[in-house]
C-alpha cells in the first residue's frame, strides 16, 4: 500500500511555495484535489493518483527527478561547497527544491554528461563496481596517440597505484601530437582517464564525458544547460547495468 503524503509538503516539495504560502491558498480555496476545493493543508494525499492544482495550476508529480546537465569547467560535482560551485548551484530554480545530487562525478575541469536525480537506487547500481556501466569520453591528448596504446587500454593497464583497469575501448579520431580520441571504460576510478594516458606516457589537457550506458549527451544543451528525462531515457541507462557474475 502506499504510503500518503501531506498536501502542503507535496506542494512546497514541487516548488509552489513555502508551507504558510500554501496554508494562505488553501483558505483562499484555491487549491483542489479530484476536483474538490481542500480546506485543510495538512490532508493526506496519494499525489501518483489525485489530480492536485493549486490556482488553476496542475501539479505534475514524480516521484523520482533524472536531469541531465551538460556540466562546464570551473564547476564540481556536489550538492554544496563554501568555496567552489556547484552541480547543484547551475540547475534552475525550478528544480532546485528537489534533493537531487549526481549521479557519479566529473573533475572540476571535465566538462560534460552529468545525471542528476533524487533515485538513490539507480545512482547505486550505476555506480557499484559491481556493475559494468560503459562511460565514454572525447579527450585532446598531448602526444601521438596510436594502435600501440588502443591496444594497452584493451588488455588494461597499470595506473600510478598499481591498479590494473579493465579493459577499455579506445577510438583514435586524430594521431598528431595532440590527438583527439574518444575512450570507453566501464569503472570509475580516481581521475582514471587521464591517468591511464599518463600510463602510456600522454597527458590529457581537455575531456569531456560523452555517455553513461546507451544515455548520451545531447549535443544541444550548451555547457551549464540541462534537461529534464523521460522515461525512455532512463531506460536506455538501466539497459547498460549489468551484473559482474
Given at each position: 500500500m502506499k504510503q500518503k503524503q501531506r498536501l502542503d509538503k507535496v506542494l512546497s516539495n514541487f516548488g509552489f511555495g513555502s508551507r504558510n504560502y500554501i496554508k494562505g491558498?488553501?483558505?483562499?480555496?484555491?487549491?483542489t484535489v479530484d476536483g474538490r476545493i481542500i480546506k485543510d493543508s495538512g490532508i493526506h494525499v496519494d499525489p501518483e493518483v489525485s489530480i492536485i492544482e493549486i490556482?488553476?495550476?496542475?501539479?505534475?508529480?514524480?516521484?523520482?527527478?533524472?536531469?541531465?546537465?551538460?556540466?562546464?569547467?570551473?564547476?564540481?560535482?556536489?550538492?554544496?561547497?563554501?568555496?567552489?560551485?556547484?552541480?547543484?548551484?547551475?540547475?534552475?530554480?525550478?528544480?532546485?527544491?528537489?534533493?537531487?545530487?549526481?549521479?557519479?562525478?566529473?573533475?572540476?575541469?571535465?566538462e560534460g554528461l552529468v545525471l542528476m536525480t533524487n533515485d538513490g537506487q539507480l545512482s547505486h547500481e550505476i555506480l557499484s563496481p559491481k556493475k559494468h556501466v560503459p562511460k565514454q569520453y572525447y579527450a585532446k591528448v598531448m602526444g601521438r596517440v596510436n594502435q600501440e596504446d588502443a591496444e594497452a587500454f584493451s588488455r588494461g593497464v597499470t595506473l600510478d597505484d598499481g591498479y590494473q583497469t579493465l579493459p577499455a575501448v579506445l577510438e583514435i579520431l586524430k594521431s598528431d601530437d595532440l590527438s583527439e580520441i574518444k575512450l570507453t571504460i566501464v569503472e570509475g576510478k580516481f581521475h582514471q582517464v587521464k591517468r591511464m594516458f599518463e600510463a602510456v606516457g600522454k597527458k590529457v589537457i581537455y575531456l569531456k564525458r560523452l555517455s553513461m550506458g546507451n544515455l548520451r549527451?545531447?549535443?544541444?544543451?550548451?555547457?551549464?544547460?540541462?534537461?529534464e528525462l523521460g522515461e525512455s531515457d532512463i531506460?536506455?541507462?538501466?539497459?547498460?547495468?549489468?551484473i559482474d557474475n
Open positions: 491558498a488553501v483558505k483562499k480555496g484555491l487549491v490556482d488553476g495550476e496542475r501539479l505534475n508529480y514524480r516521484k523520482y527527478i533524472y536531469i541531465m546537465l551538460n556540466k562546464p569547467q570551473g564547476v564540481i560535482s556536489a550538492t554544496s561547497d563554501r568555496k567552489q560551485k556547484t552541480v547543484f548551484d547551475i540547475l534552475p530554480e525550478e528544480y532546485k527544491c528537489f534533493d537531487l545530487f549526481p549521479a557519479g562525478r566529473l573533475d572540476i575541469d571535465t549527451l545531447d549535443e544541444s544543451l550548451q555547457l551549464g544547460e540541462c534537461k531506460e536506455l541507462l538501466k539497459q547498460a547495468i549489468i
